[in-house]
């Protein structure tokens, strides 16, 4: 056989089995899983980071600063305790953000997941995080700069409260009451069911 006829008689068959494999993919990508996968707000299911999915600002974990660092440099800190799995951790996530917001540059935020404390360990320091965890989650904690607690609350509340809590410990007068906070009932990501 010629040495033509071989090397287009190889060439057709690389296109062939490439055309072949090429259309499995094809068909593997339309026909395959038909179920689709979905962010769910409302059930204790993991979906990835839940302050990037629901709170709308991933950049509040890792922690830029630990309780230490914080303390020792006299800077008060929220320390918040969540699973990424929980709906009450889900709900609360667009409330840390707007506190974030507000207060970012006065207070250390600093949310801590559960899954990364060592619980086995018999007792803690006041400058380590898991010193303040109670069992639940969301947990919120507000430490001022010399390590007092003035606000510890489990589970969900509305901003308007941490607000509050945060001016006490700031020592910020109350917020005016013409001033409008966004709904938080209504998070970033659930606006289009």
């Given amino acids: ?12 068959l690389c296109v062939a089995i490439a055309s072949c ?8 990508i339309v026909l395959g899983n038909p179920q689709t996968v979905q962010a769910k707000l409302t ?13 709308g600002n991933g950049s509040i974990v890792p922690p830029r600063i630990s309780l230490a660092q914080s303390l020792q440099l006299g800077r008060p800190a929220m320390v918040v305790f969540y699973v990424d799995d929980s709906a ?30 060592d619980l086995q360990k018999k007792s803690y ?8 965890y109670k069992g639940t989650v969301p947990q919120t904690v507000l430490i001022s700069g010399d390590g007092k607690v003035s606000f510890d609350q489990e589970g969900l509340f509305g901003f308007e409260e941490l607000d509050s809590a945060i001016r006490n410990l700031l020592d910020l007068p109350d917020a ?15 606006l289009n069911p």
């Avoid at 494999?21 to 593997?28: H, N, R, W």
């Avoid at 059930?43 to 709170?55: K, Q």
């Fill in 1 to 12: 056989m010629k040495n033509w006829l071989k090397k287009s008689l190889y060439s057709g």
């Fill in 21 to 28: 494999i090429s259309l499995s993919i094809l068909f593997g």
């Fill in 43 to 55: 059930d204790d299911s993991y979906d990835g980071n839940i302050f990037a999915l629901y709170g």
């Fill in 88 to 117: 009450d951790c889900k709900k609360f996530s667009p409330i840390l953000n707007l506190a974030q917001g507000f207060y970012g540059k006065t207070l250390s935020l600093i949310a801590i997941p559960v899954d990364s404390l």
């Fill in 125 to 132: 320091a006041p400058t380590e995080e898991a010193y303040y």
């Fill in 176 to 190: 005016p009451p013409e001033l409008k906070f966004r709904k938080t009932d209504k998070v970033i990501n659930e």
